[in-house]
């Protein structure tokens, strides 16, 4: 059965997302002491990144206050001094739980994938196929009862974003696959789980609250 769960407040920009997580990950970056989670110090991060003290501050700054903003090298270097890949400094809290949610679903893709793939030179468009095997995808309406215009909208709406993110997503994915079958099936069911999970309940231009799908 899918609930619908509801979106995190919308306060957070992704620059303050974004230095939210740097102050938690450096909280427990650093190195260990007597077994226990030491924090890495912003001195420390300026000496391994070549940062001055004017660029880090900004990173670590959820007030908004600062005008500037970070380009993709400092922001690489930053993630590679903390020791994990950038896209995680910028997951939010819904990243995060469509991500646990997703894994725990993958079985399931996985074995729709493993009857798909033949060999790893798929396309993007393995990944909606998964999903049709899974039956999740395409959503209609039960048989035998009524809708109106407004919920089968929603419903179409609804197929279309998640067709086209398992397409986006298979084609972020699959190449990290490097020609072997098993990964490619892998990749394309993590694409097929994530597509599914990222869907909003209702995908409407006009709507300013996008739930996330829930299982």
């Known amino acids: ?112 994938a493993h009857g798909l793939v033949t060999d790893a030179l798929g396309s993007p468009a393995l990944a909606e196929a998964v999903l049709k095997r899974c039956k999740v995808h395409p959503e209609r309406p039960p048989l035998g009862v009524d809708y109106d215009l407004q919920e089968i909208k929603r419903l179409d709406a609804r197929n279309e974003w998640r067709r086209r993110c398992s397409l986006v997503m298979a084609a972020l994915a699959q190449p990290a696959a490097r020609g072997n079958r098993k990964s490619f099936v892998d990749m394309t069911a993590l694409a097929a789980a994530l597509a599914n999970e990222m869907t909003p309940y209702n995908p409407a231009p006009d709507n300013s609250s996008q739930d996330q799908e829930g299982s």
Do not use: C, Y
């Not at 991500?99 to 996985?110: N, P």
């Open 1 to 112: 059965m899918h609930v619908t769960l509801p979106p995190d407040p919308p306060t957070r920009t992704p620059k303050q997302q974004l230095a939210l997580s740097v102050t938690a990950a450096l909280r427990v970056a650093g190195p260990d002491r007597a077994g226990k989670p030491n924090k890495l110090r912003q001195v420390d991060v300026m000496r391994l990144t070549g940062m001055s003290r004017t660029t880090l501050r900004p990173l670590l700054d959820t007030t908004e206050s600062s005008q500037r903003n970070p380009d993709l090298t400092t922001l690489n270097k930053l993630a590679q001094v903390i020791g994990v890949p950038l896209a995680f400094l910028l997951m939010t809290p819904t990243d995060w739980r469509v991500l646990i949610k997703a894994i725990g679903a993958i079985a399931d893709h996985q074995a729709a």
